[in-house]
């Protein structure tokens, strides 16, 4: 009985780490509501989070919750690095992330990074939420089209969090930094200086 037991706690805790990975887009479905958390998120590999710096960003222009357009071209030329952050307020390890992306925004911001949220959201009141819940004080933009937010289409996201560091240059640093890797990261591009 005991085995049974502690099989059923070992697949539940298996199947808890599981779910909070990624949230991954469902191959060939337009429903958000068919997006799930499953075990096949993409792996972030070395070479996502050392971006060849011959690769350029690719600009996004989406309205801000209060409908105005802004550019991620409106702010990489004016800071040392951009962390281009796509999330979702309905994503649970977005939201998990997120303790991390506002530590590496108040250690770094003084010293020359921004932080732009690409939100997934489909649902503008949940966005708003999300966006003062999670005390995200830096620029935030959506068509609130869901996984087929146009900025999202155009960096290829598949699951979130995600995220694309661009240096002054328009070059991409890196790819996919999440937890101590982007602290980690930001220290060594920032702290140097």
């Given at each position: 009985m005991?085995?049974?037991h502690l099989l059923i706690?070992?697949?539940?805790?298996?199947?808890?780490?599981?779910?909070?990975?990624?949230?991954?887009?469902?191959?060939?479905?337009d429903n958000q509501a068919e997006n799930v958390q499953t075990?096949?998120?993409?792996?972030?590999?070395?070479?996502?989070?050392s971006a060849a710096s011959s690769e350029k960003y690719i600009d996004i222009e989406l309205p801000t919750p209060h409908g105005d357009l802004?550019?991620?071209?409106?702010?990489?030329?004016?800071?040392?690095?951009?962390?281009?952050?796509?999330?979702a307020s309905w994503c649970g390890p977005c939201r998990a992330e997120m303790p991390t992306v506002v530590?590496?925004?108040?250690?770094?911001?003084?010293k020359g990074l921004e932080v732009i949220g690409v939100s997934l959201d489909n649902n503008r009141d949940a966005w708003i939420k999300?966006?003062?819940?999670?005390?995200?004080?830096?620029?935030?933009?959506?068509?609130?089209?869901?996984?087929?937010?146009?900025?999202?289409?155009?960096?290829?996201?598949?699951?979130?969090?995600?995220?694309?560091?661009?240096?002054?240059?328009?070059?991409?640093?890196?790819?996919?930094?999440?937890g101590e890797d982007l602290l980690n990261k930001m220290a060594e591009l920032l702290n140097a200086e």
């Open positions: 005991k085995a049974k706690v070992c697949w539940l805790c298996s199947s808890v780490a599981i779910a909070f990975t990624a949230c991954n887009q469902k191959p060939a479905t075990p096949e998120a993409e792996a972030v590999t070395a070479e996502d989070q802004i550019r991620v071209s409106d702010y990489v030329p004016k800071n040392k690095y951009t962390l281009i952050d796509f999330w530590k590496a925004y108040t250690d770094y911001h003084a999300a966006i003062e819940l999670l005390n995200m004080p830096w620029p935030q933009m959506s068509d609130l089209q869901g996984w087929n937010c146009a900025g999202a289409q155009l960096y290829n996201i598949r699951s979130i969090p995600a995220n694309v560091l661009v240096d002054q240059q328009g070059n991409v640093v890196a790819k996919n930094l999440r």
